[in-house]
T-cell receptor
Framework: DGGITQSPKYLFRKEGQNVTLSCEQN?????MYWYRQDPGQGLRLIYY???????QKGDIAEGYSVSREKKESFPLTVTSAQKNPTAFYLC????????????FGDGTRLSIL | GENVEQHPSTLSVQEGDSAVIKCTYS??????FPWYKQELGKGPQLIID?????GEKKDQRIAVTLNKTAKHFSLHITETQPEDSAVYFC???????????FGGGTRLMVKP
């Protein structure tokens, strides 16, 4: 089946540690996105990538980093500079810039130990 | 930038009744408006969307209306069922087509 796979489903971070969330898609989509969702709130855009080897900051990029070395993969690193990383992280993709809709994975829940 | 407001934040209806969720947006250049349904522990799933060149779209029990002049759009669910219970999000796409802005979500509870 075509879709978006996020892993792990649950992740725990120690103080001062960087952690990386995985997002893989087999939809042959050019564009990929990372969102953060806090309890009872909507989704906020962290980073997006319209094409391989290119990515742009979203509304809340501070404390996060991404890479896009392959079309199907868009990993997100939550760095130690992100002081409040506890949240539900969602990855999505769309066929290309300007093309909709976006299709979402089932998320990774990150917690602080 | 774009600002999307969604109301109500919670909505409780009896099975079989209709449910209406409303959103307003600030950027008149926005041209695409999707609605997503999110179940607990899952990612959002698209249920219906509308583009700015139409005023209404319907898919079985779900419909969306768009008023570009007033900059608001609404989700209508008729004959609600318990499995419709979830959190619903509206969103608006900017004119550049690279950024979706989401509303704060509506928790819909359908009582059997």
């Amino acid at each position: 089946d075509g879709g978006i796979t996020q892993s792990p489903k649950y992740l725990f971070r120690k103080e001062g540690q960087n952690v990386t969330l995985s997002c893989e898609q087999n939809l042959n989509h050019d564009a990929m996105y990372w969102y953060r969702q806090d309890p009872g709130q909507g989704l906020r855009l962290i980073y997006y990538s319209q094409i391989v080897n290119d990515f742009q900051k979203g509304d809340i990029a501070e404390g996060y980093s991404v890479s896009r070395e392959k079309k199907e993969s868009f990993p997100l690193t939550v760095t130690s500079a992100q002081k409040n990383p506890t949240a539900f992280y969602l990855c999505s993709s769309s066929a290309s810039q300007g093309e909709q809709p976006q299709h979402f994975g089932d998320g990774t829940r990150l917690s602080i130990l | 930038g774009e600002n999307v407001e969604q109301h109500p934040s919670t909505l409780s209806v009896q099975e079989g009744d209709s449910a209406v969720i409303k959103c307003t947006y600030s950027d008149s250049a926005s041209n695409y408006f999707p609605w997503y349904k999110q179940e607990l522990g899952k990612g959002p799933q698209l249920i219906i969307d509308i583009r700015s060149n139409v005023g209404e779209k319907k898919d079985q029990r779900i419909a969306v209306t768009l008023n570009k002049t007033a900059k608001h759009f609404s989700l209508h669910i008729t004959e609600t069922q318990p499995e419709d219970s979830a959190v619903y999000f509206c969103a608006a796409l900017n004119n550049a087509g690279n950024m979706l802005t989401f509303g704060g979500g509506t928790r819909l509870m359908v009582k059997p």
